[in-house]
DNA sequence: ATAATTTGGTTTATAAAATAAACTTGTTTA
DNA sequence: TAAACAAGTTTATTTTATAAACCAAATTAT
């Protein structure tokens, strides 16, 4: 009837970011920062817990001579967000 | 761009008793806990919640001689649900 | 009759999660 | 060269979700 909502896509922040990701398919910390209104810590931490699932992948290069996050969506957390989105329509379904 | 989600709704148990509530109208306590699998406990903590918010009602009866608690949805309740499901089309449009 | 079990929950304690504050490292700018 | 800024990370705090323990009344078994 309700099925499980993956608790890692269940969460404000790092919906959004998914979010994000899905449509960009690459984006920079300070960028997903301003979309999502996010604090740094709190990003970082969500990046992180995303990252460890394998959800995205972050690669750490430089611009210029900054330090500069970049974010991409893999396979699988694509795959994880479209159930994710599936699972959300049972709750959902009166409208 | 991301709309913040009702905390109170954004949570998989009680996002799944509103979503009851929305299509029965009314429901008794075991009902729920049968359609949403969850403990006693969670299910009443989560129902209090929802009832100090003001989105669902609920009323203490008697079945026979059996305590008997039914919840409603409220039209404050509704009003945030369909709030809520307008909020998270923001964070699922890429689908 | 009374002891054990079940029903219908509530209260309390614990585990997990979200979030922000404080900190770090390097880079510009005054 | 000192102050401010950028880009994050780490740590601490607060909140939240969840289950375990509990309670009262009713039913069932002995």
């Known amino acids: ?3 499980t909502l ?10 959004a970011v998914m979010s994000l990701l899905v449509s960009t398919e690459e984006a920079e ?4 920062k301003e979309q999502t209104e996010a604090t740094a810590g709190n990003l970082s931490v ?5 990252s460890a699932a394998g959800y995205i992948e ?3 290069t430089f ?3 900054k330090p ?4 991409r969506i893999t396979p699988t957390g694509l795959k994880a967000f479209e159930e994710y989105v599936e699972a959300l329509k ?3 379904n009166a409208h």
Not at 6 to 15: A, C, G, K, M, T
Not at 68 to 71: A, L, N, Q, S, Y
């Open 6 to 15: 993956d608790p890692l896509l269940h969460s404000e922040l790092r919906l």
């Open 68 to 71: 500069c996050t970049i974010c």
């Open 46 to 50: 969500q990046i992180d817990k995303l």
């Open 29 to 32: 910390f300070p960028y997903i």
């Open 63 to 65: 611009k210029g001579k």
């Open 90 to 92: 049972s709750y959902l």
């Open 1 to 3: 009837m309700f099925p």
């Open 58 to 60: 972050v690669e750490k």
